[in-house]
């Protein structure tokens, strides 16, 4: 270059400026360090401007593979005051150009911006132009001058190390960006995976912990069954499929003397099985485990055992198999039933005295439960109403036992029982099915409320008892029945004895008189005394002689109008004292206007004596019951009169009733009896008839039936026929 | 009740005559005054055992068949009572056999009626003489 001294000045501006210019486009990377790559060509594009007050500059980036290129378009103030083609157009021109690369542009560009010609400088951005052009444009002729183009080139540099710092930049940002993004996934994938781990090790640790409880679980469980085991009071012994001891718990220490120690693994036979049985046992079990054939299992059986002392006592046993897989093992419970045994047999034993006491007894015993008519006996029960101990007892089969007489009643007393739950005390027959009879006494009472009323009672076969007490009063009317036939020397006694109470005073009285007359001064007051009683006693004496001849002597009879009414109330006079001191009530029922009868009077009255006195006699045992006389006189048909004394006592069986009239003696100390046979002789004297009857209820009533008016007998004032009683005296 | 004096002035032994016989109630204790004796009658055992002469009866003269209670039956009662008084029965009986079973039995003697009166002071004698 060629400098002119003329311009020099003006060149030395040029130049300074256009150095300027150069620092500045050489500051320009620190400007751009850190920006995109729009940025450094819009401050780059800026600066051309600016610097070489260009009119147009455009610049195409070709962008990294991927991106669309960047196209951009700068026009100068003033140009873009003139009507133009639009950027775009002015891009679209470029674009041609653009495509062809650096090498084909052309230095002019007509109508680029409207009319006229532009000079066009391209600049290729990067070390081959791969990063795109730079086209400065300018309708100066001159442009680009020497200067100018090298700021462009400079400034194409500078573009383009800012383009590919920024580029660079970009790239690296964006590597960075990819790493930081790849570092994200990374980390998101770890975390994810991380995440996988805790759920996995948290399952892990669930699973872990369920298997900790149940571990737990299962140690529980083994407190318990050890807590049972240790505490029960049964013997518990399980043993292994070889029969070894493999538990022994604290029951069977005590109970069999051996310490857990001392059996486990021992064979059970040898510890606890007696000698005896050990085979028996050995067999069975190889049995089972052969063939699976228990006799044992599942059951209670009793067997014996023996203690470690060698003593040998029952127990009761069951034995399981544990259910487990693999070789069977056995538990066995036991338990001591050596008291339990002791109290059976005793039992049994007292059952055994009960049903014997029963039987010698004769008494069966039975409940009744009235809801349901449960009937339950005992076996003697049985055996009294003759039937099979396997029969179920019901009121049916009771009914087919009981005496068809008997049956109404003892319904009756089953219904009452029923309704009130009172007393039963029963007698009824049974009839056997082969017609025999039997006599049972019944009693029972209620025991429980109302709701569950239960009858306890007991069945006494009294049969036998009858019939000893019907031959024991049997003996005793014939032994009085023997008692009356030797009448004759009892009667005497009785007359004797009835003669010696006056005689007796008749005869201390006389040895009283001498005595007294022979005293000194002779009692003669007393005398007296004794002498009047003597003769009253002698009286009385002759008083009694007279009325046994009246009866037994050869006395004529007295036949006269005879009140009956009057002579019984006589007769009844007389005896009253003696008939209240044996507390006999007497009823008397005479009827009025009783017709008179024709009769010895005096004899009349001895026959309602002697009546009397039986009667009384009869009832002189009587204490449950007021022991009621009843004397009754009335007409007898038309033209006859009855008497009959009814009393309450122990009365007499039918059959005997003739022997009554046989000789009989009353062998009482009081008074007079004159029996029976003569009062019959008395009472057929008169043409009469005297005879006995039992009574509906207890005792019996004797009465007499004469005629008014006697055939034969004539009127009183002239005995036609006399009552000779001689003939009869017993 | 006081006792009567005897004649050579000594209180009189008191005898107790039972029966129920009026009779023997009327006659035997006279009797047995002029005997010497002091005499109290009862008609029925209770009466007498119900008295006052109880504890002074020096012997006691009883008949066996009474109503109520028997002479027996009084005999077993002082006994039961360890009142030791002697007994001579009196009965109108005829039984002969039932002397030797009574006096078994620790009467002193039984007399039948009728008796005479030496045979009665003969058995007095014998039991106070016992007493």
Known sequence: MEVRPELASGEVKHLQRCINDLISLLALPAIWSGGDPSQVLHTLLDALMRMLRLDLVSVRLIGPVGEAPVEIVRLAELQRQRPMPSAHEICQALSQYFKNGSRKWPPLLRNLMGEGDVS??????????????????SERTDFPRQTESLLLSVAANQASIGLQGARLLSHQKRVASELDQRVVQRTAELAAANEALKKE????????????????????????????????????VTIDHEGCITEFNPAAEHTFGY???????????????PPSLRDRHRQGFARYLATGEARVLGK????????????????????????????????????????????????????????????????GSFSWRVATDEITWSEQLYRIFQMDRDAQVTFELIGTRIHPEDLSVFREHVERSRQDGSDVQLEFRLQMPDGAIKYVQLVAHTRGDHGELEYIGAVQDVTERRSSEEALSKARSELSHVARVTSLGVLTASIA????????????????????????????????????????????????????RALYGKKEPMIESVDLNEATREVIALSLSELQRKRVI????????????????????????????NASDAMSTIDDR?????????????????????????????????????????TKNEGMGIGLSVSRSIIEHHHGRLWATPNDGTGVTFSFSIPCKPEGLGDAENPVNRIDLSADAA | MQSPKARDGSDRPLLSVVDDDESVRESLPDLLREFGFAARAFSSAEEFLSSDCL???????????????????????????????????????????????????????????????????EALNAAIRVN
């Open chain 1, 497 to 548: 004895h009835e003669v010696n109470q006056p005689l007796s005073g008749i005869v201390t009285n006389a040895s009283t008189c001498l005595r007294m007359l022979a005293a000194d001064p002779p009692n003669v007051d007393g005398a007296r005394e004794t002498a009047r009683r003597t003769i009253r006693d002698g009286n009385r004496a002759s008083e009694v002689i007279a009325r046994l």
């Open chain 2, 55 to 121: 504890d002074h009866t020096r012997c006691l003269i009883l008949d066996i068949a009474m109503p109520g209670m028997s002479g027996l039956d009084l005999q077993r009662e002082l006994k039961l009572r360890r009142q030791e008084i002697p007994i001579i029965f009196i009965t109108a009986s005829t039984d002969k056999t039932v002397r030797p079973r009574l006096l078994e039995q620790g009467a002193v003697e039984c007399l039948f009626k009728p008796f005479s009166d030496t045979a009665l002071l």
């Open chain 1, 120 to 137: 066009i400088v391209p600049l290729p951005l990067g070390l081959h132009g791969e990063l795109g052009v730079l086209v400065a444009a």
């Open chain 1, 586 to 613: 007497l009823r008397p029922e005479l009827a009025d206007d009783l017709p008179r009868v024709t009769g010895d009077r005096v004899q009349l009255q001895q026959v309602i004596l002697n009546l009397l006195r």
């Open chain 1, 300 to 363: 209670r059986v009793e067997m014996t055992a023996v203690r470690a002392d060698g003593s040998e006592f029952p127990v009761e046993l069951a034995v399981t198999r544990i259910p487990l897989e693999g070789p069977p093992s056995f538990t066995g419970y036991l338990r001591d039933i050596t008291e339990r045994k002791r109290a059976e047999r005793e039992l049994r034993r007292s059952e055994a005295f009960l049903a014997e006491a029963q039987h010698l007894s004769r008494i």
């Open chain 1, 201 to 236: 090790l948290a399952e892990r640790r669930l699973v872990e912990g369920r298997l900790g409880q149940e571990e737990m679980e299962l140690q529980r469980s083994e407190i318990h069954k050890a807590a049972i085991v240790d505490s029960a009071l049964d013997c518990i």
């Open chain 1, 626 to 666: 007021p022991r009621d006389l009843l004397i009754r006189t009335e007409p007898d048909g038309n033209d006859r009169v009855r008497l009959s004394v009814r009393d309450v006592g122990i009365g007499f069986e039918p059959q005997a009733a003739d022997k009554l009239f046989e000789a009989f003696y009353t």
């Open chain 1, 259 to 273: 310490r857990r120690d001392e059996v486990v693994g021992k064979h059970l036979a040898d510890v606890i099985i």
